[in-house]
């Protein structure tokens, strides 16, 4: 097996935050040194009880993808559910302390009671569509698809166009303007919105939705300043959902916004269950955080980019295009993790039943055999083959056409009344192994 | 060549549509895409092909 030693670029420290924190070419040069190194790569990252497997090809990624027959998401869906429990006990809950001191479990199981320990604020009966596969999956995820269902997002348009608008409106130009909480906030004020969080709860509530994306990674390295600060809020953040969903449930769930909506579904001919709708709501509130955050990366592309701004000016049609490469280029959701159900060869190597596997999409969005000058951040490329950012497969994100069609309206609506901006400072970012962000980015506009 | 797709995995999305409207179709209140030929001309062979390959659900299968 090759080894971190035999090349003089040194390998990605998946597991490490700080990896991901640093410039983008030195990183990528990292991560491609090992996808064509090696591909399929057994990696043991400093304190984890076991490896993992990393896949950083495209191809192997969409096998993984879409067999989730033999690639279960059960057992945990970020490097971090793979951490030694002792190290991040103290961010679980009681009831995923108690799983985890039974004797004899496997890593797997371990992983399991990790994953879904610290998407469960408290809550033994919490039930994820990230954490769970066919045939549930599908009918879980097809009560979801009935508050994103299609016609819906497009019935959006207007209300998206008027709330971009409003925000845009309040956008100075030539002075510093923090994108994070000004353009960015529009998704969250969108997501409260459609949600159906009261308007005096909806500040508070997008506050304490950030400190959820924090929390769906968890980290060994974090420290219990920071792990104490995160729980307050999440506690928070999970009792407002369950008041919404209760009060909703009460009264019927007669109302158009989306609480209501799963109020009144049904799941398998009864009621959806609370474990369940609370895991909805949590996605709702969400997706105005990482629409967010891919938002602002996409301003800050274009910001670095000037000549592709200017293109987008000329050509708005562009726009969708533009926001597909700005995923591609700085993906947000950096990767996927599933568990081996048997043994499968993948590249020569041979995945053991119950192994643990990393689909590096970051990698997969910079692979040669995939892509046209892979580094070249570039609006008008093709997308006959898609980028790995929405994942792919049984889990692909259910609301990547909601995140399009709000980014793309956003971005035309704000190309129309600056077609110029440039960075004002350096940016601020947020990450964990699992997800990036940003917590400011200092532009300032032009007419 | 013959269409298959699995309706429990579609989200309706429609990136099928945009690709190939020959063959997939998508109202506004559908759940699912529907399937207009499920056997259509080999001339087709390409289109569909795309269609299958940006599927995010890999919902769709060609046998044939
Ligand atoms: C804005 C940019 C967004 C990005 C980059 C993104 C990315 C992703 C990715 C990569 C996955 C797959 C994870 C895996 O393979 O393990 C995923 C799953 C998911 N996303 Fe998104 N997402 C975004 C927005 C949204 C929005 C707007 C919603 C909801 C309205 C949403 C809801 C979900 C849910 C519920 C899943 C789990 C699906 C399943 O397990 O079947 N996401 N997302
Ligand atoms: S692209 Fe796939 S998931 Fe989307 S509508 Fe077509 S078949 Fe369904």
Redesign the interface.
Known sequence: MTTADATAVQWPAWEDAAFYAQDPEPMYAAIAAQRNAAPVYWYEPPGYPTGLWILSKWEDQRFVGSHPELFSSRYGFAIGDASDPATVIGQLPEWAKQALGQENLTHAERRRFVAKGKLSMGDPDFEGLILSDPPRHGDIRSVLMKALRPSLVRSLRTRITEIADEFIARVEPEVETDFVTSVGQIPAALMTELTGVPPEMRERFIELASAQMLAITIDPNRDAAEVARIQGLVEEFHAYCNELLAERRASGGEGDDLASIIARSEFQGAPVPHGLAISFIHTFVNAGETTRALLSFVAMALAQHPDQRRLLVEHPELVANAIDETLRYYPLNWSGCRTATQDVEIGGQTIHKGDYVMMVYASANRDEDVWERPNEFDVTRSFDKDHQSFGYGEHSCPGALLARTDSTIIFERLLARFPDWDLAGPPGRWGTPFLQGMSSLPLRFHT | MRVILDE??C????VCVDECPEVFA?D????VVRVLIEEPDESLREKVE?AA??C???AITIEG
């Open positions: 429990q995995r989200d309706a999305h429609g998508l506004d209140d559908d759940d795309r390959l940006i995010p659900k890999a």
